[in-house]
């Protein structure tokens, strides 16, 4: 129900405001853009050009706000061109000439085959890293905010929820590219920076293990006719439900995955099944920080919540375009 409620009021605002816009493709981090000067000082065009790109991002997330006064720590994409750096330097909010208020380290192409070459293809991964993070300490108790810009295959559910999986909690995040990409090269910076910042080493077995989460969400994301919200929530789920140990055998498991996907209104393939499967095994095999993982979950549950809470807002939204459809109905009775 809710997500027919919320297909239907986006199909009716549309026609009232008259208005479309086209979707963007999923892309690699190869996608091709035009060469750009090395120098330090941009040409004219390519300044008119970035300025156009950030004003024609969107920002996808939690309006995170990071300044130099947070201590924030900078993980760039080692082949960004000095036109791009620039780009996404103006995305973060960050001037070129603060940047020795920042610690900046690099994330590079090998980085991204090293950490998600298991479970997606070299091709998906693509042969350069662009998308950069700069991240600084939250309060504790806050948890992950997170801000996107020309990000159009990692959303922000899908790097709140591996990041948790990780034992990442309680930062303040903005990831951006300088054109659409996927994104992947700034889940590696986001845990090169917290390493950083924080001194903690994230154990490889969890980044592994947020590394499969991340992609199995994308798949699902891909596969499943839903909202991405709902299939993050369904995993986030999924994650609660294991840390509390309840989930002891396979046929756990699958009944788990059953009636939570009914939950939130999702029809599973087999093959989907089996993904989420394979996730909740390795998963329930490690080490996690468990509070952190039911935290997140508590986030997901909440948020689900207040869509629900908000479908009497719908429903008045829906009878107020019936009213102006069945008045020009009239004028031709």
Known sequence: MRKRMKKVVSIMMAAAIVFTTGGSAYATETAPVEEASTQNDATPQEAESQTQVVEDATEEGDDVVITSEDKPYLALGSDLTMAQRNTVLALMGIKEQDL???EVSYVTNKEEHEYLGDYISSSEIGTRSLSSVVIAQGNKGDGLNISTYNI??????????ALATAGISDANIIVAGPFELSGTAALVGILKAYKDMTGEEVDDELVDAAMDELVTTGKLNESIDADEEDVEALIADLKEQLSDGSLDSDEDIEEAISDTAKKYEISLS???IQMLKDLLNKLKSLDLDWDKIADQASDWASKIQDVVTDEGFVSKVIGFFKGIVDAIASLFE
Not at 152 to 161: A, D, L, Q, S
């Open 100 to 102: 020795d208020n920042y």
């Open 152 to 161: 159009n295959y990692c959303t922000v559910g899908m790097y709140k929820n």
């Open 270 to 272: 087999d093959e989907d």
